[in-house]
C-alpha cells in the first residue's frame, strides 16, 4: 500500500525528521544571518535553502538518480567535480588560517569580510543548498527508495 507513491511513509517521515534534525551548511548559515542581521534577513536565507531544496526535488524527478545509475563515466565526473570543491575548499580554509597566525586580520578587514558574506542572504543560502552533500545525498538516495515506480505519477 502506497500512500500518495510513498510506499512506507512512517519509516520515511522518520528519517526524514533525523536528516533534517542534523545540522548542515544551510542551518548553520541560516542562523548566523539571523542572529547577525535579523529575522528577515533569515527568512530571506530560509527561502534560499527552500529553493534549493526544491531544485535538487526537481532534479530528482526529473531522473537525475537514474541517469547517474545508468551512466558511470557521468557519475564519476559529478564524484571528481564534488572532491575538488571539497579540496578547493580546503585549501582556502588552510590558506586563510595561515594568512591570520603570520599576520593577524585588522578589524575592519574582518567587519567587511563578515559583512560581504551576509550581503545576499537568498542568494547565498541558494548556492550553499544546492552544493550541499547532506541535501544531495538524502534527495539522491535516501529519498528514492521510498518512491513506489509503479504509482500513476510517481513525481
Do not use: C
Request: hydrophobic share 55%.
Amino acid at each position: 500500500m502506497s500512500f500518495y507513491g510513498v510506499t512506507d511513509i512512517w519509516t520515511y517521515v522518520m528519517g526524514a525528521i533525523g536528516i533534517i534534525l542534523l545540522p548542515g551548511p544551510n542551518s548553520l548559515y541560516v542562523l548566523s544571518v539571523a542572529v547577525r542581521r535579523g529575522v528577515r534577513a533569515g527568512y530571506q536565507g530560509a527561502l534560499g535553502v527552500f529553493a534549493g531544496d526544491t531544485i535538487l526535488l526537481l532534479l530528482v524527478a526529473l531522473g537525475a538518480a537514474g541517469l547517474l545509475r545508468t551512466n558511470p563515466a557521468l557519475f564519476m565526473a559529478v564524484k571528481y567535480a564534488g572532491a575538488a570543491y571539497l579540496a578547493w575548499v580546503g585549501l582556502n580554509l588552510i590558506r586563510g588560517a595561515l594568512q591570520t597566525t603570520r599576520r593577524p586580520p585588522k578589524v575592519s578587514d574582518v567587519a567587511l569580510e563578515s559583512q560581504a558574506n551576509l550581503q545576499h542572504p537568498f542568494k547565498r543560502a541558494l548556492v550553499i543548498s544546492l552544493l550541499n552533500p547532506k541535501a544531495i545525498l538524502f534527495f539522491l538516495s535516501f529519498f528514492l527508495q521510498f518512491i513506489d515506480p509503479a504509482y500513476a505519477t510517481p513525481a
